[in-house]
């Protein structure tokens, strides 16, 4: 079992930045592809980037290329999300994912283990 827990979602400007985190406990995170799910109201939960287990490899969504950047540190056990020029289609809850592969292909359902999710919010 691996658990998942989320922080640094909050409420930013339209054009701002934030940086979430994704600490994990139970097992290394080194054995799984890791990720992060968003999802907003009304919608379905969709990728927004991953990360394979060497950190080697990062996958993103169209959405987010240029603007999002996804990292591990696999000694901590823990996953970052750094979002720069958000824009208020980014408001939604942010969920980190483990997965034994994951890359932009993915869909919830591929999905191992999942984070409670963090509120991320854009005012325009």
């Known amino acids: 079992q691996v658990q998942l827990v989320e922080s640094g979602g909050g409420l930013v400007q339209a054009g701002g930045s934030l940086r979430l985190s994704c600490a994990a406990s139970?097992?290394?995170?080194?054995?799984?592809?890791m990720g992060w799910f968003r999802q907003a109201p009304g919608k379905e939960r969709e990728f927004v980037t991953a990360?394979?287990?060497?950190?080697?490899?990062?996958y993103y969504a169209d959405s987010v290329k240029g603007r999002f950047t996804i990292s591990r540190d696999n000694a901590r056990n823990t996953v970052y999300l750094q979002m720069n020029s958000l824009k208020p289609e980014d408001t939604a809850v942010y969920y980190c994912?483990?997965?034994?592969?994951?890359?932009?292909?993915?869909?919830?359902?591929?999905?191992?283990?999942w984070g409670q999710g963090t509120q991320v919010t854009v005012s325009s």
């Open positions: 139970g097992r290394t995170i080194s054995r799984y592809g």
């Open positions: 990360i394979s287990r060497s950190g080697i490899s990062t």
């Open positions: 994912a483990a997965a034994t592969y994951m890359d932009a292909s993915a869909v919830p359902s591929s999905i191992a283990y």
